[in-house]
């Protein structure tokens, strides 16, 4: 799904995989709590805090990479559209069109400030829990 390049259609789906894929930072108080779980229970924290900022770091990237896609393909279209609307005589349709294309470009970009803070926000709540045992390079 996000790996390949998309077309990426309809916002709403966007949404709905974004929320699928943003499931690891939703939850992340509670994968680190069960990765590193008591003070008189010790597990390898370094391996488990390796491996939570691994997913963590994973899921960003591939998240942003989704949303980068979306925004280039849809930057291409309102451009498309733009050019037809130069072109053709009957522009009331691609007027549509085009401001449809448009806000749905301003939304895909508000999506990719909004992982800016969830990226953020992981990494505070990973950084507070486990920077006693890994500190990422």
Avoid: W
């Amino acid at each position: 799904m996000p790996g390949a390049i998309m077309e990426c259609p309809d916002f709403g789906e966007f949404q709905d995989a974004l929320k699928l894929m943003r499931k690891t930072d939703d939850i992340i108080v509670n994968t680190i709590n069960s990765a590193i779980p008591t003070n008189s229970f010790h597990a390898d924290e370094t391996n488990a805090c390796k491996s939570v900022y691994e997913q963590i770091q994973q899921g960003h990237e591939r998240r942003e990479n989704y949303i980068k896609n979306c925004i280039s393909v849809t930057s291409g279209n309102v451009q498309r559209l733009k050019n037809e609307r130069e072109t053709k005589s009957d522009i009331q349709p691609l007027s549509k069109q085009l401001r449809a294309e448009q806000t749905k470009l301003r939304m895909l970009q508000v999506e990719l400030s909004v992982e800016d803070l969830i990226k953020e926000r992981s990494m505070k709540v990973f950084n507070e829990r486990c920077r006693k045992f890994f500190r990422p390079l």
